[in-house]
């Protein structure tokens, strides 16, 4: 339910449901007997918006920042999950409708939702729908099917408005310029049944409106369906490509597919972060990324939480909303990017948004902004140490998340490892930033270099470019290192012409003869740098499997990315920033 289709599935699903409460009403308000059943709703909507929803604001507003909501709050609130289930019931609705109703005004995420999930889950999944199953299912009797001429009618009705529904969704779909295949799954998606179904007619039967026969039924009819529709929706549908499709935008881009960005045209760029610390290293980043007038920065700021205590991933804009907390991460972070935007010497444009979802579908979301924007760079954070999460979730899940964004991405994937040293200015009016890039060769170095091409515009920013000429290559796919060498040659060029006469730009050509020779000549060549720029991925050299071992500790930073990001350069004092281009840009040595 984390891709685009299983997200306009639910809101299909919401919007379903509603119009069946709604015809639910209508029939109470024409009926004499509904007249007192609708006015007691009335009521009860009334009551649980202006009443209940105040109180849960209030206890959010009471619990301090980064504490747990007190016990009596979770008590109060589990015990209100009966009163609501007997009012409903009371006054001659479906009863768990009233637990919904309280469900939908508690404050998803932290500190309430996230806690009364952490409280509950474990009970509610491991004992109480165990418990729920087994009782619906041991009412379930396929002996007391003995009348099968009212079997095949039911059954025939069964698959008439099963069929119906597939193709009422789909042609809905087609219409709507949805894929045929995305439509078919979308379909048999909406035809699957869920718990809220199987109580309904386990009630019917309660009530005696439905008997043995005809529940038996319903039940076996609802769980062959989900037995049939489940894997064939788990196999016929990828979220990467479908999403493609049904956006219609499927071209990968990249920083030098833009027409001489560093001067002319809306630069735009996706930035995530997960905590404070993340965006602290990203504002000086921007800044020297050279915003200007006629290439003005747009940036799509995207705040990482991990999905507890809600009831949907969910991508939203960022709103300052009345009961928010002013002191929480979110809203600092974001007050500290309108702060930069509104002070900053170019034209910066900060688009906040939020991602709420579990850790290993959190990159679908990125995508899907990334390609509604057409944005060629995405920065997420590199986290590397135990205190610095997403919503809690541990260190591996980050660092999986990461991976995720290099191996799917369409557009180039900056890791920003960052050291929590503040910028050598003080403030953007002083602002002064030193950048090297080391350019060994290969698309990824061919990124960094077209990233240091805009910020050599910079007055404020002093570059150093190392490159590096290995000269014993072992690759063994000659023309494609032919045409490699041509495109670096090509950019190479280029990035000097273009920065002819620029006295902020010093480089330095350095020679070796295989890899092991790279990594000590880096080694080398420390200084007071704020930031270093480097690819994932080189080609002009290689390590065997022993070597490698030995120095990769971090898969996703690459070797020298890596060995930059260490203690053994320059302390482990500086910024690095590792570069990868779009996989489906790149072939044959460079795709791992």
């Known amino acids: 339910m984390t891709s685009e289709l299983g997200q306009l599935a639910m809101s299909s699903a919401i919007l379903n449901d509603a119009a ?34 105040p109180l849960m604001l209030m206890i959010v507003k009471k619990t301090p920042q980064g504490e747990q909501v ?22 001659g609705l479906v009863y768990n409708l009233g637990p919904l109703l309280l469900g939908l005004i508690i404050p998803d995420g932290p500190p309430l939702g996230s806690t009364l999930s952490a409280k509950t889950e474990f009970l509610v999944s491991e004992f109480l729908m165990p418990v729920l199953f087994s009782h619906i299912g041991n009412d379930v009797n396929v002996f007391l099917i003995d009348n099968w001429t009212r079997f095949a009618k039911l059954q025939t009705i069964i698959v008439a408005l099963f069929v119906t529904k597939i193709v009422g969704v789909t042609l809905a779909g087609l219409c709507c310029k949805i894929s045929l295949r995305n439509s078919l799954v979308l379909s048999m998606v909406m035809s699957m049944k869920g718990i809220i179904e199987v109580m309904m007619y386990h009630r019917l039967m309660t ?154 579908s959190m ?39 990461n991976r995720n964004l290099q191996a799917l991405s369409q557009c180039t994937i900056g890791i920003l490892v960052e050291k929590r040293l503040p910028c050598r200015a003080s403030s953007v009016s002083n602002f002064s930033y030193v950048v090297a890039v080391f350019f060994i060769g290969g698309p990824d170095d061919r990124e960094a270099l077209a990233y240091a091409s805009r910020m050599a515009n910079n007055p404020d920013v002093d570059i150093m470019v ?59 060549l420390q200084g007071m740098y704020d930031l270093v720029m480097v690819g994932r991925r080189h080609v002009d050299f290689s390590f065997g499997d022993e070597e490698v071992a030995g120095l990769l500790h971090y898969p996703e930073l690459g070797v020298i990315g890596d060995m930059l990001a260490s203690s053994d350069f320059c302390g482990g004092m500086v910024n690095v920033l590792v570069m990868q281009e779009s996989r489906s840009l790149s072939c044959g040595t460079f795709y791992n």
Not at 27 to 45: R, Y
Not at 306 to 314: E, F, R, T
Request: with cysteine; net charge neutral; proline share 5%.
């Open 20 to 53: 069946l409460w709604f015809l639910v009403f209508l029939n109470m308000a024409v009926s004499s007997q509904g007249i007192p059943v609708l006015l007691s709703t009335v009521g009860l909507l009334l009551f649980t918006v202006y009443v209940l929803r």
């Open 70 to 91: 007190k016990e009596i709050y979770i008590v109060g609130i589990l015990l209100g999950v009966l009163v609501m289930t007997f009012v409903t019931d009371a006054i």
């Open 207 to 360: 009530f005696k409106m439905i008997d043995g026969q005809f529940f038996t039924q319903l039940i076996l009819s609802t769980l062959v369906i989900t037995m049939i529709v489940t894997p064939i929706v788990h196999f016929s549908y990828t979220p990467q490509k479908q999403l493609q499709r049904s956006t219609g935008y499927s071209q990968a881009r990249s920083i030098q597919s833009l027409p001489n960005s560093a001067s002319s045209g809306t630069f735009q760029i996706l930035c995530c972060v997960h905590s404070e610390e993340s965006a602290r290293s990203i504002i000086p980043f921007l800044e020297a990324s050279n915003p200007t007038n006629s290439s003005p920065i747009c940036t799509y700021l995207v705040h990482l939480v991990d999905l507890v205590g809600s009831s949907a991933p969910q991508l939203t804009p960022y709103k300052k909303k009345k009961f928010r907390r002013l002191d929480s991460p979110s809203h600092q972070m974001m007050r500290a990017f309108e702060n930069y935007s509104e002070n900053s010497k170019g034209p910066v444009t900060i688009h906040p948004f939020t991602v709420v979802a579990p850790c290993k």
């Open 466 to 524: 190392f490159r590096t000429l290995v000269q014993a290559n072992k690759t063994e796919n000659i023309e494609e290192r032919e045409r490699e060498f041509e495109l670096d040659e090509s950019l190479l060029d280029e990035f000097k012409l273009r920065n002819a006469g620029n006295e902020r730009l010093k480089w330095r050509d350095i020679v070796v003869n295989d890899g092991v020779e790279v990594v000590n000549a880096i080694k080398n």
């Open 363 to 401: 990159h679908e979301f990125i995508f899907r902004l990334a390609r509604e924007k057409f944005v060629p760079l995405i920065i997420i954070p590199f986290v590397d140490n135990h205190d610095q999460t997403i919503g809690g979730a541990s260190t591996s899940i980050v660092s999986q998340l």
